[in-house]
């Protein structure tokens, strides 16, 4: 309890411990009691307190130590850009849903074309999947902002187009921008670049987006967990890269405790 606070603020407005009574309806020596630490706030009375010192409920509550954290943000952008393996996307907005994760979605043009070219999935039924879907072209959107605080970024798969503009800061549309957002807010951004094999400029922007804070995520499929799909071996892969953000997916083969040495 902040006896100096709640003092300082009568003063202020001009008020009386009695007039915090009478707002309460209970006599002042209960007032002075709760003011000096010695019986705790109803949280019935926060609000006429409020009232009474022209203050928010949230400052009553913080000053009487009764204020709770504020909930981490859980929600991460995942772009889809126009590399071969939407699926990798796609699997990511699943894993997402299971952690109970919001999922904002932006997906290139190109990554609309190689999802249908490689897959049979329509892209306004994965638009669907997201908790919130934003078009390429919104750049107005929330994730252009970096005052909408998310956990960061993940592109699934990233094309080199993308990962080029990410690295130059010339971002022409919203996947590229939220991308930068998440950069210069230092949040986590994890690029799962999709190209073989890679010239110098490739992987110089590589580098260069590593020193900027990026995380460079290839989706290479680790064999040691014998997956027995295809599924398999992408949620293997997803779930290393959830790994990065703190996040434990569900059946994750690890190394040493499920499979492997001991
Ligand atoms: C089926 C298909 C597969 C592609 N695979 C790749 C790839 O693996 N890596 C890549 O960098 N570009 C790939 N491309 C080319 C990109 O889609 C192209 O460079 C596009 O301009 C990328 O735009 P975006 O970064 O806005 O998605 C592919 C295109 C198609 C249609």
């Known amino acids: 309890?902040?006896?100096?606070?709640?003092?300082?603020?009568?003063?202020?407005?001009?008020?009386?411990?009695?007039?915090?009574?009478?707002?309460?309806?209970?006599?002042?020596?209960?007032?002075?009691?709760?003011?000096?630490?010695?019986?705790?706030?109803?949280?019935?009375?926060?609000?006429?307190?409020?009232?009474?010192?022209?203050?928010?409920?949230?400052?009553?509550?913080?000053?009487?130590?009764?204020?709770?954290?504020?909930?981490?943000?859980?929600?991460?952008?995942?772009?889809?850009?126009?590399?071969?393996?939407?699926e990798y996307g796609v699997r990511l907005l699943n894993l997402l849903k299971q952690l109970e994760i919001?999922?904002?979605?932006?997906?290139?043009?190109?990554a609309e074309i190689a999802m249908t070219q490689e897959t049979d999935y329509k892209p306004r039924e994965i638009a669907t999947q997201a908790d919130k879907y934003y078009h390429i072209n919104d750049v107005a959107a929330a994730i252009a902002s970096g005052s909408f605080k998310t956990m960061g970024m993940i592109i699934a798969?990233?094309?080199?187009?993308?990962?080029?503009?990410?690295?130059?800061?010339?971002?022409?549309?919203?996947?590229?921008?939220?991308?930068?957002?998440?950069?210069?807010?230092r949040r986590r951004l994890v690029l799962m670049v999709r190209e073989s094999p890679l010239h110098g400029g490739h992987l110089r922007n590589m580098a260069r987006l590593s020193d900027l804070g990026a995380i460079i995520a290839p989706p290479m499929p680790?064999?040691?967990?014998?997956?027995?799909?295809?599924?398999?071996?992408?949620?293997?892969?997803?779930g290393r890269v959830l790994d990065l953000f703190d996040l434990e997916t569900a059946g994750l083969q690890r190394w040493g405790e499920d499979i492997g040495l001991r």
């Open 157 to 185: 798969p990233c094309s080199i187009r993308s990962m080029s503009e990410i690295a130059s800061g010339a971002t022409s549309n919203l996947l590229t921008r939220a991308a930068d957002v998440v950069l210069k807010e």
């Open 102 to 110: 919001e999922s904002h979605l932006v997906m290139s043009r190109a």
């Open 222 to 238: 680790a064999f040691y967990p014998r997956p027995k799909s295809l599924e398999e071996m992408v949620d293997h892969g997803l």
């Open 1 to 86: 309890m902040n006896e100096n606070w709640f003092r300082e603020n009568l003063k202020r407005v001009g008020a009386t411990q009695e007039d915090l009574a009478k707002a309460i309806g209970r006599d002042r020596a209960v007032v002075s009691r709760v003011i000096r630490g010695r019986q705790a706030l109803n949280l019935e009375w926060a609000e006429p307190f409020a009232r009474v010192l022209q203050v928010p409920v949230s400052a009553v509550l913080r000053q009487a130590g009764l204020a709770l954290e504020p909930a981490p943000t859980r929600r991460i952008i995942v772009g889809i850009s126009g590399a071969t393996g939407v």
